[in-house]
Nanobody, 126 residues
Framework: QVQLVESGGGLVQAGGSLRLSCAAS????????MGWFQQAPGKEREFVAA????????SYADSVKGRFTISRDNAKNTVYLQMNSLKHEDTAVYYC???????????????????WGQGTQVTVSS
């Protein structure tokens, strides 16, 4: 069983930056593909970014390409999401997720991930 704890959310002005962290415990972190998702009020949980166990492969939603960067430190069992040039529409609860079993649904699908953190709120004021 993997436990995930996000941190780093907060209130920031449009154009600003935040770095989210997700600390993992209870599993062999380097074996897990990791993802970040966002969920705004009244909306479905949406894919933001994903990263392979080694960190060599990354993918992003079109809406965040060029602004957000996902990375991981396997020695610290932590995955990060660096968010730059934040926009009001980035306001959401951000969740990190770990893929336990490979279901073949695609790393942008929330259903592909077995383990989820509790989320951290990001609010971008316009």
């Amino acid at each position: 069983q993997v436990q995930l704890v996000e941190s780093g959310g907060g209130l920031v002005q449009a154009g600003g930056s935040l770095r989210l962290s997700c600390a993992a415990s209870g599993g062999t972190f380097r074996n897990y593909y990791m993802g970040w998702f966002q969920q705004a009020p009244g909306k479905e949980r949406e894919f933001v970014a994903a990263i392979s166990g080694s960190g060599r492969i990354t993918s992003y939603a079109d809406s965040v390409k060029g602004r957000f960067t996902i990375s991981r430190d396997n020695a610290k069992n932590t995955v990060y999401l660096q968010m730059n040039s934040l926009k009001h529409e980035d306001t959401a609860v951000y969740y990190c997720a770990a893929e336990g079993r490979v279901l073949g649904l695609g790393r942008s699908s929330a259903d592909e991930y077995d383990y989820w953190g509790q989320g951290t709120q990001v609010t971008v004021s316009s």
